[in-house]
């Protein structure tokens, strides 16, 4: 008979258990993936019209991004792009009116989405990011006032906001608002988005209650065949 301690070696090597844990980084792998993928099209508004204004009950695109109140501008000039080759205004063609752009998006009820951008702005403004008409929590209430004073490139300006929320439908209205505020007499107005990404945000839950129930499965599995092998020898 095989002595206890000796079932226990590191030299009596399992070839299952490798296949074990593969098998959990598989599932772990697949359920991440599962819940990180992408809902939105356009978010870097590169198949806009660059140069032109939209207004309220036209998109921008096509049919992605829709203008649902006031209207906004298509900006292609270096200064005001924080990547690819164009931006939203949200305020020039409109500064004291709110200018909503909005996308439906395809959303699982239940499921939670985060939302990130990158703004910025060279006036005082107010603004909001609404699903479904409701605040996302941890959006901004204004856009940083940081300025274009670069004659090529100002995207080390642009800040990168967030906003969260649990999805209630199957479908999702994500709108993009901004009402400008300039000093009086000031040229400036320029409340700009770009580079907008959504992504959902992976259920810990889940993943734990996976991982439990493989686990389990592994150490009954192991005892079964320890069991064997004792009696065997």
């Known amino acids: ?4 301690a000796n079932l226990f070696s590191p030299r009596r090597k399992n ?8 098998a959990i980084a598989t599932v ?21 019209g660059g140069g032109n204004v939209y207004f309220a009950g036209q998109s921008i695109d096509g049919g992605s991004w829709n203008v649902t109140n006031g209207a906004v501008y298509i900006d292609t000039l270096d200064p005001y792009v924080y990547a690819g080759s164009n931006s939203v205004n949200l305020t020039l063609a409109n500064l004291y009116v709110p200018n909503s752009l909005e996308q439906t998006l395809t959303t699982t009820v ?17 603004f909001s990011l609404t699903e479904n008409g409701s605040a996302l929590t941890g959006s ?9 004073p670069g004659t090529i490139t100002n995207s080390s300006l642009f800040v990168d906001y967030t906003g969260e929320f649990t999805a209630t439908s199957t479908t999702t209205d994500l709108t993009f608002t901004a009402t400008g505020d300039p000093i009086i007499g000031s040229t400036d107005g320029s409340v700009m988005i770009d580079d907008v990404g959504i992504s959902a945000t992976p259920e810990p839950g889940s ?25 065997a020898n």
């Not at 008979?1 to 206890?4: A, E, K, Q, T």
């Not at 070839?15 to 593969?22: I, L, R």
């Open 1 to 4: 008979m095989i002595p206890v």
């Open 15 to 22: 070839p299952s258990f490798g296949m074990f844990v593969a």
């Open 28 to 48: 772990v792998g697949l359920s991440v993936s599962a819940h990180a993928s992408t809902v939105i099209a356009d978010g870097g508004f590169e198949a806009a």
């Open 110 to 126: 239940g499921q939670t989405y985060t939302v990130n951008f990158w703004a910025n702005s060279d006036s005082a403004n107010t």
């Open 140 to 148: 901004p209430t204004s856009i940083v006032d940081n300025g274009f």
């Open 207 to 231: 993943i734990v209650l996976t991982l439990t129930g493989m686990i389990g499965l592994g150490l009954l599995a192991a005892r079964k065949r320890l069991g064997r092998s004792v009696f």
